[in-house]
């Protein structure tokens, strides 16, 4: 139990958590005791003893940051004598560091620098001559940080945070004494393995490791600073941007939740795409065979043309929308809004299609809804983690910190469930290999072996669950053995897996798409359910299923009805009580037919029975399966509308391309993975004519007599609010500091941290009996390789945007497919070399990269390379139940060219 306490400090009563740290309890309350080595995120070190105190009753000085306090503790933190002390520290540091403050980027932001202003340390006051120390050349830094020795205090901080917080270790101190630096790894900053994420300059007390950027930016009081969401991965990391002269100069991680303070390398360094000179900014209208400028007014006049004409001939389900997982909640209620009552049209949807659509029937089949059961913090605590189908590291790098962080400072158990060698391997207590696309059978054994060992939750499933002696007679036929035979996982790691995941106090089933992109997608997320309700591991604290979401706002553009089935709040098109609400409100008739998803849409298009597509936001030509057939269906379209940043692979195909706003220039709200709703403020000004793109939306519905005007985003969400149950609640006033957690229904409710508790959303928990059915495609003589495709951590989706950006390119530049080398030897290629990747589908050449990551006989290519795409590779077999095409299985050749 937490026992609060009472502590005097200079006389002043405090009360504080037992065993608090003293340095941290006096700073919350106001009391600024100065330290340089100490932060909140990573453990004490006492190193810089500016923080020393007078304890009563203890001999000398103590750092304050190494004690935690006790009931009646009294404690001097100022006096004459302590004074003296921190500045003559304070004077010792400043003789050894480059006191070029005049010119230094973090002057008005180092904390040495506000030291010595703040003792009154200058070059008539202080006592210590400067000694000029012999260090490393400080060139020798990284692609995306500068590393200047002759600024380091060997504070630590750098190298814990890389540690600690990050879960890296590339960073270490070097050499003895005074000749004391900071390294990385072996000693070559460019070639060791940081990753660029920044952690290290963002608890960094001075300007010792910085950006690198192509030119020197403003200093902390030159600029204005605004907090907004990231607009990569889902974890929805608070970014602090700066910007000055409507200019993003540099961000850093905002220490809010869900990440506080922390970035991955996207995050820090991968937002100058807005910048970019290659900006959509004004309309574009198809003319003579080539896209040109127009006015708005022109761009509006033919899509009214076009779409009036379709629809008049052919009838409104001739046409049909994308949304965006990359733009905002607003926005795609919106277009959901647009396509349904304006142009009168179920055929809508997004690319949560081809990543999350099977989450979205799995889990609501067996809980009720369709969404990440706990939250993003409760990873750190939970005692055993299984993680599959998620490259966690690599997609969602904040997230992976807390995992690793779980299991070195926790204790928790990690099984790492994955066909290749990802880096949570390196911290997993078990990493089973699965062969691709037999997730069902080893979840199945897993299952076999908890219930002939007994090591089922009895009271849970019989309190809280239904159909589980129907889901019993499956599970028995699924021996460890035969399951080996299936999957290649040897019996008694099954069995050990299965016993650490039902005997933990808790357990947390992590997941991403290497479970949902299959054509048995849904089954694979059933199987999920299925595992947690018969372990007990649901409606508590760090347990659950939680499905890791890949793009920003993948979730709310579900949760916003970007979806043919439903509208907001995932209440169904076909009920008619449902319907008669929205015409209430949206003032017209809606259509009660379930519309086309994104590879129907695609199919239908190539059929000849969509003419026309409005597309928001999205690029089908690199992110959908089956390119080949993509794009023949988008070349046999009667009239096709992007909107975007930039002319992307799509856009390149369109009638009209209007300009849009990026997530930098508008304001709105994301819902991340975790079902948290926060806040996108605009941060600078569209460059021309671009818009946001739910004013573009205003202005086409504007054009077809049907009204949508909101004076601001705000006002959007209002309307979100009134008509979506789970969003009742949801205002933008309500969402600072730290956004809200849906299900949140009224005003006065606080969100939902972790869901069930007590009831699931349908009542009971369903177990559904599911057997092991074979991908749709596998190896044979003439293809006898295993095709996987994925995400790195270096780039995002497309590429549109992280393949604009410098910094990831030092990186990555170009694709790759990962081969084993036993492969490559029997076939002749070599590191680096080129290679031929072919299906039944399509053919790619790209770049050999050998690795044990992978299998022998597999192959693994990232999809974000739109010269070598991967997506000209894949099957766009679905599953029938979500319409999820299979991305994670394609049998494949590949060939030395």
Known sequence: MIREIAVKIDGQEVRAREGANLLQVARDNGIDIPGLCYHPLVSVSGACRLCVVKIAGRPG???????????????????????????????????????????????????????????????????????????????????????????????????????????KGVLSFAQRGLETVVTASLGEWETSECDGCGECV????????????????????????????????????????????????????????????????????????????????????????????????????????????????????????????????????????????????????????????????GLAAAFGSGAMTNSIAELEYAKCILVTGSNTTETHPVIANLIKRAVRYHEAKLIVVDPRKIDLVNYATLW?????????????????????????????????????????????????????????????????????????????????????????????????????????????????VNPLRGQNNVQGACDLGALPNVYSGYQKVAEPAVQEKFEEVWGTKLSPDVGLTVVEIMNAAAEGKVKGLIIMGENPMVSDPNLNHVEEALKNLDFLVVSDIFLNDTAELADVVLPAASFAETEGTFTNTERRVLLLRKVINAPGEALPDWQIICKLAGQFGYSMHYNSAAEIMDEIA?????????????????????????????????????????????????????????????????????????????????????????????????????????????????????????????????????AEGSVFVPFHFAEAAANRLTNDALDPKAKIPELKVAACQIEKT
Request: hydrophobic letters at 35%.
């Open 61 to 167: 000085l103590v750092p304050a940051c190494t004690v935690e306090v006790v009931n009646g503790m009294e404690v001097i933190a100022f006096d004459e004598e302590l004074d003296s002390m921190r500045r003559m520290l304070i004077d010792l540091l400043l003789s050894e560091h480059n006191c070029d403050c005049m010119t230094c980027e973090s002057a008005g932001s180092c904390e040495l620098q506000d030291l010595a202003y703040r003792y009154g340390l200058d070059n008539r006051t202080r006592r210590f001559v400067a000694r000029e120390r012999v260090l490393p050349n400080p060139d020798l830094s990284s692609a995306v940080l500068n590393y200047d020795p002759s600024k380091c205090i060997i504070c630590a901080r750098c190298i814990k945070a890389c540690d600690e917080i990050q879960g």
């Open 202 to 361: 963002q608890l960094c007390p001075t300007g010792q490791i910085m950006e690198k950027r192509p030119k020197r930016p403003p200093r902390a009081g030159e600029v204005e600073k605004v907090q907004t969401t990231c607009s990569y991965c889902g974890v929805g990391c608070q970014l602090e941007m700066w910007v000055k002269d409507n200019e993003v100069v540099k961000v850093r991680g905002a220490e809010a939740i869900p990440n506080y303070g922390s970035t991955c390398i996207k995050g820090r360094f991968g937002h100058t795409y807005i910048d970019k000179s290659d900006r959509l900014t004004t309309p574009l209208i198809r003319r003579n065979g080539s896209l040109e400028p127009a006015t708005w007014d022109e761009a509006m006049a033919v899509i009214k043309r076009n779409v009036l004409k379709i629809k008049d001939q052919y009838g409104p389900d001739a046409l049909a929308g994308l949304a965006s997982a990359k733009c905002t909640n607003e926005e795609n209620y919106l277009f959901q809004k647009f396509m349904r009552a304006c142009i009168g049209t179920n055929n809508v949807d997004h690319c949560a299609r081809l990543c999350h659509a099977s989450t979205v029937a």
């Open 432 to 544: 089973l290999r699965q062969k691709n696309g037999t997730d069902v059978a080893w979840m199945n054994g897993m299952m076999n072996v908890i219930l002939s060992e007994g090591l089922q939750d009895e009271a849970f499933i019989k309190e809280r669950t239904e159909n589980f002696e129907e889901f019993k007679k499956v599970i028995e036929t699924y021996t460890p053995e035969r399951v080996e035979e299936i999957t290649r996982i040897p019996a008694d790691k099954l069995r050990e897996a299965a016993r650490i995941y039902a005997t933990a106090e808790t357990s947390s089933l992590v997941y991403s798409m290497g479970i949902t992109q299959h054509t048995t997608g849904t089954d694979n997320v059933l199987s999920t359910a299925n595992l947690a309700m018969l372990t007990g591991n649901m409606g508590k604290p760090a347990t659950g």
């Open 722 to 854: 009134e008509v979506t149950p789970i969003y009742g609640g949801i205002h933008h006033y309500r969402l600072v500091p730290d956004g809200l957690q849906w299900p949140c229904p009224s005003d006065d409710h606080p969100g939902t941290v972790y869901l069930h508790k007590g009831d699931f959303s349908r009542g009971l928990g369903h177990f559904h009996p599911v057997d092991f059915i074979p991908p749709a495609e596998l190896p044979d003589e003439g293809y006898p390789f295993i095709l996987s495709t994925g995400r790195i951590l270096f780039h995002y989706h497309t590429g549109t945007m992280s393949r604009r950006a410098e910094a990831l390119n030092a990186f990555v530049s170009e694709g790759y497919a990962e081969i084993h080398p036993n492969d490559a030897a029997r076939l002749g290629l070599e590191d680096g070399g080129r290679v031929k990747v072919r299906t039944r589908r399509g053919e790619i050449t790209t770049m050999v990269k050998t690795t044990e990551r992978v």
